[in-house]
């Protein structure tokens, strides 16, 4: 029963009160006093608050058991159609839970705030190409600038060696200033952060540990505070520390991911945190003033930037520099959001397409009940309580998806972690918070209430008369699947033709030329720890490596070796800007530049164009020489031949050789002009190396088979030296293309589903057409017609709400498609192969998805057919 | 079963008789039958024409208007009564109509047959 015809709780008190005065005005009608007539009039009525709290309560109870009524019968009459059911619920369940899946990643990286104090006061304060900030930027910045409330600086984690007590282990370290654990408002679970005291003069050197390291390494046991370790990795070298406290579990340092393509090791959280108390250059984080906003301290700082930094630099540097200040949480999140944002709109239109075939199940369900409804409006039932009725089944249904959905989320959750690892290391856990609870319940209730409604919309009040009428007339109805079916079909074509786009992308970026050869290719960072004068530095490590890449060559299973500064996807490599050819305009921006052993170019394969490579001949004392990569002949240089002079870093280099471009940071980008000199004539140039990437080529394959007497050839030369980010080249490149195959991965999954759930339509409604119009086909085989030609003409017939669908997709795809544009690869967004591709392939899909219930027409038995009425 | 009090004005103050609930349906719907009118109008209605022999708790009415009103025997609107008050007004529908033909005839038979067993009236 409704109770939509009673008074509402107001009306009520309104109704009431108007009877007690009605009755008072009769009595004073009849003489009494205004007093005694209201008095009277109240107690005839009896209790009036009671009447009024009787009806309040009855009509809860009445909602309530309208409710309890209405989901036993939905509940019954979903049990009476399995098959429905089951179709439906795992439709439902898949589309929901694709959904909270990827929006409880949204969430644990876009939406929550980071476990810092005031997160979105800090900004990270970068310019590039200087990959920090020097100790004098820094000091003049939090003097002078009013912007910013205080600032820190930090440095990432690199791989270290930790002694403690006797006991070596590989540590990832990362330094920070005093001020750093206050700026970010960080409350230690052990002993206490950094202080300013700490920066005093004949202050020890404290550090404090992480807490998975603190458990892992030391058993969680308190007593760690006060010891002592010494610590060697790319800056300091063996200075003794002390332990002074133990970070919170879900403290997370701020490692931003460098731009470009992800290096395999740029993201790891640190293990031990040490006080930084040198110039070194280091990333500075900013909390902002109270009033001051990011862009604001952009400006400022830059400002002061200008003032303190020709004092360092060239002014032309200077002129070209801007000071960037980021929010954390964008800087940290990068390039990712846009991928996320994607997925999240690709599962969204799974969810519609999930949506429309819903709808078109509840439709055929509907029209299926005509007869039973009729009744119920016989005997009373009102459209809206049908209505209702439709539409608490619609919404247990959705229910039951959402907490299907829940369930799959929180079975996903690890394979999510893992996925997201690679990218994002502030981010560990991928929790089902209360931002991913209401998401899905929303979600799951429009889908509810959508579909309901969709599938009632062609259900009209003319109903019970189309009954009356006799006829099954289809016409409003069909009309509405169809159109449901041309948009899933054209939802499922741009999803299909993302995924395409994607996986291409993948497989040129897979197969993008390299210009090396990555495979057993073993690298690994060698930092031999010298110190001194620069001279004397250049010196030692020029001789370190050549006796390294001498005893390392002698092993019998290497191939060759050499060693570089640098190595493709190892980072932002050094720049030189003002090089030209001499007789020449300089060539435009930076040019890269990398010192090199001889035979670096043999041992990763790189193509030799011209000349020569460096040789035992190329000593510091002999004629400066250089080679160059093609990119650099096509800067502006060419043509050029061995031979040329080039003016490099204020003097002449005579350039030897040409080679072979290979990528520097990322596969995408073009390779950049490249400036290769012998490490042996870096002395008394500008350029000091404190550590270089040593390459050997395993002979027969097996290159990490050469790691250990990789290690001892480097410790034979000092037993204290850092060897770090050991890997070989073909884990690099891989790290590389990780993003790019999980987010074809995902893609293509979905789109899969989505495919599956559209067709599932397909086959849907041509079974239903079929069952619909058993009389016709009956008729027509009786008149002659062959299986064949029956078969052929319900397929024909379904065929073009499809073809349909793929034209509006094909439309929606071109514009939809400018989303992904920027991260597509050597295709074009509107690639016609593949836009022909995947019409074929969906037409395929569907003509197979008609077919099977087409067939079955065939087998319709004429007879029976015209008896059916 | 739900019971409304009613007193019956010529016995005791204190006595009540029980009404069965349906018995009181029947009551506004028989009211009905003459044309819209309000609860006030309604009660006063139920006391006049018995000539006082039953007078409602005028609240008690307000659960039957309720449960009248949700099968749809009577609907209601808001309207302003005769000395210009605002009230809400009930009336008959044909379901309503229907039903008070089908209530009465019942209440005739039972009665009728309670009669039969109790006897000829001794008072």
Redesign the interface.
Known sequence: ???R???SDD??R???E??????T??LIAEGLSREDAEITARR?????T??RE??YE?RRV?WLEDLRQDTRFALRSLGRSPGFAVVALLTLAIGLGANTAIFSVVNAVLLRPLAYRDPDRLILVEHPPLGGSPFWLRDAWRARSHTLADLAGFERSASGTLVAGNQPMPVSAAHATANFFALLGTTPALGRTFTARDMQPGASAVAVLSHSFWTRQFGGNPDVLGRTFMLTDMTVTGEERVIVGVLPPDFRFPVADPPGDTPLFAGMQPDVIVLSRDDAFQQVIGRLAPGSTAADASTELSGIFKQAAPAYYRANFVERTRVLATPLQDRLVGETRHRLLLLLAAVGCVLLVVCANIANLLLARVTGRQPEFAIRAAL?ARTGRLVRMILTESLLLAAFGAAAALLLAYWSNGVLRSLLAARISFVETVPIDWRVLAFTIVVAATTGVFSGLASLMAVGSGYAKSIVAGGRSVTGRTRLRLVLLVAEVAVVFVLVLTAALLSQTLWNLHHARRGFDGSHLLIAGVMPGASGTIPELQNLTSTFFDRLVEQIGRLPAVESVAAASTVPFSGPTMGMSDVSVVGRPAINGTVSVAAITPGYFATMQIGLLGGRDFGRADLPARDRVAIVNEAFVRAGASPLTPGTPIQFDGSQLTVVGIVEDTPDTSLRQPARPFVYVPIAQTVGSHFVFGRLTILVRARGGNQTALIPAIRDAVWALGHDIVIDEVSTMDERVAAVVRTERDSAFLFGLLAAIALVVAMAGVYGVVAYSVSQRTREIGIRTALGASHRQVVTGIVRESAWPVVFGIGIGGATAVVATRAVASVLFEIRRTDPPTYVATAVALILTALMAAWIPARRAAGVDPVAALRVE | METH?CRVSTQDDNERVALLQGTLDLLILRILIFGQQ????I??AIEQQTDGTL?V????L??AL?RL????WI??E?GT?E?N????FYRLTR?GRKQLTAGTSQWYRLSGAIARILGPDQA
């Open positions: 029963m409704s109770r015809h009673g008074p009306e009520f309104e109704e009431t108007a009877h007690v005065a009605l009755e005005d009769r005839s009525f009896g209790n009036v009671r009447v009787r009806f009855s009445m009373g | 009090s309000h609860g006030q109008g009660a006063r007078l708790d005028h609240g008690s307000y659960p309720q009103e949700s099968r749809e609907e209601a808001w009564s000395n008050r605002k009230a809400r379901a």
